[in-house]
């Protein structure tokens, strides 16, 4: 009885121990590699999957996720001979989980390796002010040499990012000063660009304010030029209005008469203007013959002018 026990337990472990590795659960985003007998024999996929016990063996197992990597940090020297320290991140992906089992013994310090030394290549053809301008086209040149070798691997990069650059002490210093320098250049420049700005503001200015004021002076003596010849033509008409009237009212009856009174007070007046003004006082010789000074002045008055049609009586 004891011995019927012992082997019944004995044939329970070996069911459990045949099942356990019979039975493979693979997890979701994962590839395991099958050997049977110490050969390549199949890649299980994501869920279960029977093994033949004790002939089959799970001999890899591969993440198909995006893994990322960090790159140590290493020296390269620039075209310029600059040693710069750098280091970075690189990212990847298991494509082929056979060949990532048997194209490499260990794809992950062979891409490490590669990644240095590409890097160290691509730098070299660059000067130091080029390297930090010009990351995208390192990451770019690193990941394309790592995906062309990598592709034997198994492996698919999908990018390399720099994460430091990092210059000697001295070159930093330098590339300070440097950055000082052209700030002050900078802030030159522009202060000179504002003055020179200003000055041409403030000419321009002055031409504008004079061309402003000449066109007022110009516009002013315009209007006044009217102004005048408006006033001369409206005093020639009233004048002229005047003259007609004068004429016409010495043609009424009686105008004769008041022409001679009007020439007799101004002769009067004007010889006692003269008396008043002079200390000498000149008298026409005839002044006691008034009557016939009138008479002559008004012979000119009705004298008709050439070519004036006398009126009808």
């Not at 890899?60 to 990322?68: C, G, Q, V």
């Not at 009424?252 to 200390?279: C, F, H, S, W």
């Not at 000149?282 to 009705?302: C, E, H, K, Q, T």
């Amino acid at each position: 009885m004891p011995g019927s026990i012992a082997f019944a337990l004995i044939v329970l472990v070996l069911a459990v121990v045949f099942v356990f590795r019979a039975i493979k659960v693979v997890p979701q985003q994962h590839a395991w590699i099958v050997e049977r007998l110490g050969k390549y024999d199949r890649t299980l996929t994501p869920g279960l999957n029977f093994l033949i016990p004790f002939v089959d063996r799970v001999a890899y197992r591969h993440s198909l996720k995006e893994i990322p990597m960090d790159v140590p940090s290493q020296v390269c020297i620039t075209r310029d001979n600059t040693q710069l320290t750098v280091d970075g991140v690189l990212y990847f992906q298991v494509t082929d989980p056979m060949r990532a089992s048997y194209g490499a013994s260990n794809y992950v310090v062979a891409i490490t390796q590669l990644a240095q030394t590409t890097l160290r290549s691509v730098i070299g053809k660059l000067e130091l002010d080029r390297t930090f301008e010009e990351r995208g086209l390192i990451n770019s040149n690193v990941v394309a040499a790592l995906d062309e070798a990598a592709t034997n691997w198994g492996v698919k990069v999908l990018r390399y990012e720099i994460k430091d650059l990092t210059p000697p002490q001295e070159i930093l210093r330098s590339m300070q000063a440097q950055i000082t320098a052209e700030r002050e250049k900078r802030a030159l420049i522009a202060a000179s660009e504002g003055r020179k700005q200003e000055q041409i503001n403030i000419a321009t200015g002055e031409r504008e304010a004079q061309i402003q004021r000449s066109e007022g002076d110009r516009q002013g003596e315009v209007n006044r030029a009217l102004g005048e010849a408006a006033a001369i033509s409206a005093l020639a008409d009233a004048s002229a209005k005047a003259i007609e009237r004068v004429a016409a009212a010495i043609r009424q009856p009686g105008g004769i008469d008041a022409v001679n009174l009007r020439v007799a007070e101004k002769y009067v007046e004007a010889i006692a203007g003269m008396a008043r003004t002079n200390n000498t006082m000149i008298v026409p010789a005839n002044l006691g013959d008034l009557s016939g000074l009138v008479a002559s002045a008004m012979a000119v008055v009705r004298q008709p002018s050439a070519g004036q049609v006398p009126p009808p009586r």
